[in-house]
């Protein structure tokens, strides 16, 4: 009897330890700061992507769109999303885009990433790979 009871209380134990070390799990895994003012404005590719003409807006209050569209043929897209500015001047942003052609117009989920640093903007992470790399200045 009494060694079911001790089974029983190292179980009852371990059960406490489990959920009090998952409920001491780092909540905040998100390392946002403060949007920078430098950021919040439009974006003109300058450099990159030769295809594509581009250009994104971005908020204070944490919102943007954007526009893409290929110089040679009748392809666009537009983009809503919310975005994070990182500590490590990543800018994380999450949303829909609508892409249209001649034939068709279709709406998906998009997630875009930049990096902000020396007064400029780079895609590292797009839909579209031909996308990555592409530099953007302030007008």
Aim: proline share 1%.
């Amino acid at each position: 009897m009494k060694k079911n009871i001790m089974s029983w209380m190292t179980i009852m134990l371990m059960a406490v330890l489990c959920v009090g070390l998952v409920s001491c799990s780092k909540d905040d895994d998100d390392d946002s700061v403060a949007i920078p003012s430098g950021l919040v404005g439009t974006w003109y590719k300058t450099s990159g992507a030769s295809k594509y003409s581009m250009s994104f807006s971005f908020t204070s209050a944490g919102t943007g769109t954007g526009n893409v569209s290929h110089n040679n043929i009748i392809s666009k897209s537009a983009f809503a999303f919310k975005f994070s500015y990182k500590s490590n001047g990543e800018v994380v942003c999450e949303g829909t885009r609508v892409m249209s052609d001649e034939d068709k117009t279709e709406t998906t989920s998009a997630n875009l990433k930049f990096r902000y640093s020396s007064g400029k903007l780079t895609f590292t992470d797009a839909p579209n790979t031909a996308w990555v790399g592409a530099v953007f200045e302030k007008d």
